[in-house]
């Protein structure tokens, strides 16, 4: 039995579990579930599928569609951690986008949205996007 096969059957019972979330961790969780729900809102009308991450456990890409991530944050809130999950068969990489490109193109509408309301756009106090990353 391999550790993938471990995981569905149960895992290691000596393993302790993992440590609560902090209240920041907790809020950052919270934050990305409420970013989740607009980018499938905005995303999956056009044919998107979900999101692709990187693992730096395996170097590989992951397709997780809109659900599945949900659920994963979920289970992220709730037990500190998340479970392995079955990936998609023969996912098109053309069918899901980064975190980042999601966040992009959610920022792209708002403004967008907030250029077309009368009196749109005007003024120096404009920042960026709520989804732009401070980096």
Not at 20 to 47: I, K, N, Y
Not at 73 to 79: C, N, T, Y
Request: proline share 9%.
């Amino acid at each position: 039995m391999t550790s993938w096969d471990d995981t569905f059957a149960g895992g290691d019972d000596d393993a302790s579990p993992p440590p609560p979330l902090s209240p920041e961790e907790r809020a950052g969780v919270l934050d990305d579930l409420a970013d989740l729900e607009v980018f499938r809102t905005l995303l999956e009308p056009t044919g998107v599928k979900g999101i692709v991450v990187d693992c730096p456990d395996c170097d590989e890409e992951h397709h997780v569609d809109w659900a599945l991530m949900q659920a994963n944050l979920r289970q992220l809130l709730d037990e500190g951690q998340t479970g392995r999950h079955e990936p998609p068969f023969d996912p098109d990489p053309d069918d899901y986008v980064s975190w980042d490109y999601a966040s992009g193109y959610a920022d792209g509408v708002a403004a967008r949205a907030e250029a077309d309301e009368p009196g749109g756009g005007q003024g120096e106090g404009r920042t960026a996007g709520r989804h732009a990353r401070e980096d």
